[in-house]
Every structure is written in structure tokens, then in C-alpha cells.
């Protein structure tokens, strides 16, 4: 944690300020927008303004964490806000669109648990170790001093626990459960996020996952699932690119699956491609060879092409992974 | 917990035998046979001779639990056991084809958490507060004064993590994250359990999926999913009808669905239903109704009748359990 300051001295900081913006990443996950939403509900608890600026739509199944919080305006306080946060990314690219603002305000502060992230701003708290951005959150909202209730403990439960897949993925730690046992004793209603996180999914989604899985190719001697989503299949279904969060993981639930590739059409020339890895091979590094990055078992890139050139052109690199 | 033993007291029976045969029920989930691998591990390590007696095949992806603890011969020890333990089932009814067996022990125990459970043994432990047996478990061992090892703590995560829904369902409680707390401390591999258990569908059961999310029929204003399964979609998809596990999730996971139902064809005339409601609705009551059994939100029960008049008898119970 080189370049880390203390969580004590950024909650000093955070407590000191009058207005404070937040910045979770583009497409926020329930990692990004819950660790914001109870920082934001920690910070108004202290007489602090704390305001959560978006530029893109809050997926449906995550609108629960939102209670009047976001914004699309980034002169929301009528004037440069005396902290701008950058969550749960480890840089301003990560949310373009609102890079200028954040750029704007009198102090920066980073907090992430992503290890490719490096310190730039002001303020940095980067730990790979946590599970979730959520985790060094709740630590630093007892830092500050603040109170964590039960709308505190929901945002947390849903960050961390989106983020830890539930509790089995490899970053899940002592800690995690640790975090857990104590959101839990604010007696929030575990299975009402549960459920709104998971419980939720359009029918439409349903349908697409059917026609992704139609998609399916095993290459690399069954080691690698690769499938695809393409504009047509969402017009065909209802369904959209959001929809498809989740679905990776069918395919790299497969026996002898060690990493699950989707390919998805962003426009004619954009693909997005997301990789998971189930026990060992390091996705993050294909990713960063394209541009891209994301945690070791868990990464993804974009790449400016045709789906059949993005397929055509990824494959060797991530049949090669998992046979590193 | 009216007509409870203490677990001290059923720790210094069990530590006092000389032989141990495990009743895990028919069809054994991960909460069965974790439970069960568990205690054979401590008991083992007590120098007591202990094995599980099964009735049918354990699931592929629980096959890892099984150290050599498993055998179909009832006469294992050469002479009737000093003990028999009903685990996770509270009737012999759910192991059948071993009562005779299990009633041949000169001591009967049983530990379990369903709510439908009542005590019969001479030594009984039934807490539905517990998430998974697997909780009673590890007091249990702890009580015995036996080591939780990384082993045992694996066959525990396994019992916890899949009865409580990875930490999702209503069931789960502090006290379940407080017990992965102190597994974590083993150091115990919880990504290998995790993927040993979910990442490891054949691709058949991908396909068996995509197949029964095609029979999918919302109804009662869409707080109902019900679908089927039948042997002929098994054979075209070359799945069994354990590949159906898990899949009632999914149906229960549609937005605005509270009851989900799933009909799978054992044969002609022997239809198995499972239901799972999500946050209200009561499926153990027509469970009940019809000689079935389970939780208040995961049920289940067996008609003896072809699928269209299952489906046909069923609907008007589910729909009138979701509008009660």
C-alpha cells in the first residue's frame, strides 16, 4: 500500500469539508454505487453535503441504493466542491465524462481496492487486499466517527457482496465475514438487498441468457468458454447490454472451464470483452495488453472492431493464459 | 427447541461409542453431506469409528466431501452400530431404504434445522434457527472438544454456503457469518469448495436449462414462475435430473416473481415439485398439503400423477400461497 495515506487522516479530511462529490466508476456496480451511497449517507449524518455525480444510468437492480443521492450535474453545490472522491476506480479515466469536474475540486481523494490502481490524487487509500471497496469504506466510516445504522449496513452488505461473488470468490477474506457479523448486528434486512440484487431480473434476460449460452464455443482442450452478444440478439429479446452482467459467470461455471470470455457489441466497431478466470489464470494481463484491466481472475478490455476480428484476435491470447 | 438434548450431551454420547453410522437424507445436498463428512472427520480424529451409510449416488460436485466416508453396506462394522445418526433429516422417512438399519443402532441421534422436524430419536437436536445443520455441526464438534481442521472446515463452508444460499437467504444470521469467521481461521481453501461445488456443470446442463426456461409460464399477475422438466428433455439434452439443481433459482429470480415452481418428471406417474418463495409467501404449507415437507420459503412434495395434471392440481395452490 505504497503512497496509501492513513484512513484517520482522509476521514479527517472527508469531516472537514462542507461539500464533498463522489465519483464511482462508469456502469457502476453494486461495489461503486453502494460504497458511495453509504459514504454519502455517513457524511450527510456528519452535516457534510455529499452528492454521488453519474454519467451514465443506474442499473435497475441497484436503484434501491439510491435515495435521492445521485446526480448528472456536476455544479450541483453552485460552486467547485471542496472534495472530489473517486471510488472504487483507481483512475479519472474510468469515469470520462466527469473528468473535468473532478478535476475541479480544492482536494482529491482516491479510494479503491483494485490492484492496478495507482495513487493520484491528493488522498489515496488503495488496498487490494479488501474484497470490495466497501470493506475500506465501512472502516472508514467508523474512522469518522460515524454511525453505521441500518441504511449504512445495507449499501455495505451490497457492495461487499457483489463484489466477493457472494462470498466464494478468492478475495473473500476473514475480514469479509469479520465486516459481515458487524453490518449484521445494525439488524438491516439482509435477504430485502439480497433480493433486490439478484431477485430481479427481467424476463428479457432470461431470454437473452438462452441465446448467449446459444453462442457457446469451448476451445483451449474445453479450458476456455467463449460466447457472444451481439446488438441484434438484444433487439431480438428486449433485452439490454446491462442485462448480461452475471451471465459470465454460466459460462466459466462449466466443469473444465478456467476462463469464460463475452464478447459484447457495444456498437459496429466496439466490443467489449469481460474475462473471468476460475482458480488460476491471470486475465488482468490480457486485458492491460489491450488497453484494458480489472483484478487477476476478473478483468476486461475494449477493443475498436468487428466481433469476428475481436474474437478472432483474443482467442490466441487467452487460450495462451491458461496455459501459462 | 422443546425436547432438545444439550449438544454436550450428545458430544459425550457420540465421543463414547465405539462405532458411528451417519443418516444423511435421500438425494444428500451439500448441507447433508457436508454435515455428515464433517462429524466422520472429528469423530475419526477422536479415534472413534464413524461412516456415512447412502441409499443413491452422491452429485458429482459434492463427490470431494467424500474421503472414503461413504458406503451403501449397512453392515459395515460387522455388528449393529453403537450408534446411528439421522443428520439433516427429521424422519427416517427420508432415508427409506436404511430405517431398518438406523433403528438396528443401540443409540439413535438426530441433528437437524428443519422447522417440519420433530424429535424421535433417544438423543435429539433440532434448531430451526440454524441457517444448516452445518451449524449445529461445528458447535457439535467444537462440544466434543475435537480440532476444526481445514478439512472439516471445509465440509462445513460446504453444509453453511449452500443451505443459506451463499449468505442470501433469510435463514442466514450473524451467528453464520460469526462460524465462516472462525472456519477462515483454519485457512481452509474457500475458492476450491466454492468451485468445487458451483463451477463444475457439465455442459449438458447448460443446454437443460436453456430447455426448461423455454417451458417457463408466468401466471397468478406473474407472482408465479412455474416450469417442467421432463425424462424425454433429459434424454434429448443428455442431462440427469440432479443437473436440474439450482435452476428453480433462476425462475425464482425473475422480477416479481414470489413463488417459483419447478415440476421434474421422476417418472410417468411420479411428478417431484420444488418451490422456493422469495421474501413472503408460505410453499411449506402446500407442501404439507399435499405430504410434502421443507422450509417456509423452499418446499417441496411428490405427486403421483402425469405432468399436466400436476401442474393442473398445483397452480391454484401456488397462486393462492403467493395472494394470501
Known amino acids: 500500500m505504497n503512497g496509501n495515506n492513513t484512513l484517520k487522516e482522509i476521514a479527517e479530511v472527508l469531516k472537514s469539508a462542507k461539500t464533498v462529490l463522489l465519483f464511482p466508476h462508469v456502469n457502476a456496480d453494486g ?26 444510468k443506474i442499473a435497475d437492480n ?32 474510468r469515469f470520462p465524462k466527469r473528468k473535468e469536474v473532478f478535476y475541479t475540486g480544492r482536494t482529491l481523494v482516491c479510494i479503491d481496492h483494485h490492484p492496478t490502481s495507482k495513487p493520484f490524487a491528493d488522498f489515496n487509500y488503495i488496498d487490494p487486499a479488501a474484497a470490495a471497496t466497501g470493506e475500506i469504506v465501512y472502516d472508514l466510516i467508523c474512522a469518522m466517527g460515524a454511525k453505521v445504522d441500518k441504511k449504512i449496513a445495507e449499501a455495505l ?45 427481467p424476463p428479457q434476460r432470461i431470454k437473452l441468457e438462452a441465446e448467449i449460452m446459444g453462442t457457446m464455443e469451448l476451445c483451449g482442450d474445453g479450458k476456455v468458454a467463449i460466447a457472444y452478444v451481439t446488438q441484434e440478439m438484444l433487439r431480438e429479446t ?41 482458480s488460476y489464470a491471470n486475465v488482468s494481463e490480457v ?38
Open 157 to 201: 452488505f451490497a457492495a461487499i457482496t457483489t463484489d466477493c461473488g457472494n462470498f466464494q470468490y478468492s478475495n473473500t477474506t476473514r475480514r469479509t465475514f469479520e465486516i459481515a457479523c458487524e453490518l449484521m448486528d445494525t439488524g438491516f434486512n439482509l435477504v430485502e438487498v439480497s433480493n433486490a440484487i439478484y431477485q430481479n431480473n
Open 238 to 278: 428486449g433485452a439490454r447490454l446491462e442485462d448480461t452482467d452475471g451471465i459470465i459467470n454460466v459460462l466459466r461455471g462449466i466443469a473444465g472451464v478456467e476462463v469464460a470470455a463475452l464478447f459484447k457489441e457495444n456498437d459496429e466497431h466496439k466490443i467489449k470483452l469481460s474475462m473471468r478466470a476460475k
Open 31 to 56: 461495489d461503486a454505487l453502494g460504497s458511495c451511497a453509504a459514504l454519502t449517507r455517513a457524511l450527510l449524518g456528519l452535516g457534510v453535503q455529499c452528492r454521488i455525480l453519474i454519467e451514465d
Open 287 to 324: 486485458a492491460q495488453e489491450f488497453g484494458g484491466g480489472g483484478h487477476v481472475r476478473a478483468a476486461g478490455c475494449t477493443l475498436e472492431m468487428t466481433m469476428t476480428e475481436a474474437i478472432a484476435t483474443m482467442k490466441p491470447h487467452i487460450v495462451n493464459a491458461v496455459n501459462k
Open 62 to 93: 441497484l436503484a434501491f441504493l439510491d435515495d435521492g443521492f445521485t446526480t448528472f450535474d456536476g455544479n450541483i453545490f453552485g460552486a467547485a466542491p471542496d472534495i472530489c472522491v473517486a471510488v472504487d476506480n483507481g483512475e479519472p479515466d
